[in-house]
């Protein structure tokens, strides 16, 4: 069974940080490009960031350049998205995808 799970979500203060984790079964996560995306309220889906299978490379949207890092670990088939200097307009439903497959999203909310 297929499945690309987001947590670590939440509600945080401008400035502050999250840690993302986006796990894959069921298919061959652990040597895929992980990406994760994000959506506002009323926006598109927007690409954030990127990181190849063995985790030799990585990429960033300019919007979260300088303060997201994606990383993974593959003993753990995770993916990790460390945000730090939070903003609001970080605020969205940040999603995994891995291949053709898509996880629920975590929410985050970035407010004072």
């Known amino acids: 069974q297929v499945q690309v799970v987001e947590s670590g979500g939440g509600l945080v203060q401008p400035g502050g940080s999250l840690r993302l984790s986006c796990v894959g079964s069921?298919?061959?996560?652990?040597?895929?490009?992980v990406r994760w995306y994000r959506q506002a309220p009323g926006k598109e889906r927007e690409w954030a960031a990127s990181?190849?299978?063995?985790?030799?490379?990585?990429n960033y949207a300019n919007s979260v350049k300088g303060r997201f890092t994606i990383s993974r670990d593959n003993a753990k088939n995770t993916v990790y998205l460390q945000m730090n200097s939070l903003k609001p307009e970080d605020t969205a439903v940040y999603y995994c995808n891995a291949q053709i497959y898509w996880g629920q999203g975590t929410q985050v909310t970035v407010s004072s």
């Open positions: 069921g298919f061959s996560f652990s040597t895929s490009t």
């Open positions: 990181i190849t299978g063995t985790g030799g490379t990585t």
